[in-house]
């Protein structure tokens, strides 16, 4: 049986992933592609419970490298029992965010550095890398603003507009040095947004 693919969607908070990726399943579903959705954290029972205390604002002790390995910890949880056997099966995986984002909300945002960071999510995750990672580039308080106005955010989103900046700097430095990272204009409309993933979705498939 031939593999599925495994596309990660990043960004800043508020970014539209959720939107991007009902799009892209849209879009595959037509060409004979059997979806399955997940995110980070969580994805699985015990995933989704290393969430809730990961982004509990009750939390606001947790220490930075405390915050790395519950992440890392959810992560390996997910690719376990989740992404690899949905890729393994055949199916395609659509994920909100996957190492990447710890790279740059914990190793940059957090200043626990990129390099240390990356260490343990490579133990996390063995060898499982996704097939397309798309960054959805917009300005990160645009983002957050529309976020908050939802729901009020969660600890990460409640954290001061500098280290959300700090966070989109840190992406654009990944990006700099990762090529599999496809930079996507988030800030036109949903059909502009989607024509530009279009292309990178027919270059992997």
Do not use: W
């Amino acid at each position: 049986m031939e593999k599925g693919l495994f596309i990660v969607l990043e960004g800043p908070d508020g970014s539209g992933k959720s939107t991007v990726a009902k799009q892209i399943a849209a879009y595959l579903m037509q060409k004979g592609h059997h979806i399955v959705f997940s995110r980070e954290p969580g994805g699985t029972p015990i995933s989704e419970k290393i969430r809730d205390i990961v982004l509990d604002c009750k939390h606001s002790e947790m220490a930075p490298e405390t915050e790395a390995l519950l992440y890392a910890a959810s992560r390996a949880q997910h690719v376990a029992e989740k992404i690899r056997p949905v890729i393994l099966s055949g199916k395609t995986l659509i994920c909100e965010r996957f190492y990447h984002s710890s790279l740059v909300y914990q190793g940059i945002g957090r200043k626990l550095g990129v390099d240390r960071v990356l260490a343990i999510n490579q133990f996390a995750i063995g060898d499982t890398y996704p097939d397309l990672v798309l960054f959805l580039d917009i300005d990160p308080e645009v983002a957050l603003d529309r976020k908050t106005i939802i729901d009020g955010g969660d600890r990460l989103e409640q954290e001061h507009v500098s280290f959300h900046r700090s966070v989109y700097e840190g992406y654009k430095q990944l990006i700099h040095i990762s090529p599999e990272i496809k930079v996507i204009d988030a800030s036109g409309s949903q059909e502009e947004v989607f024509n530009h993933i279009r292309i990178e979705l027919e270059r992997i498939l």
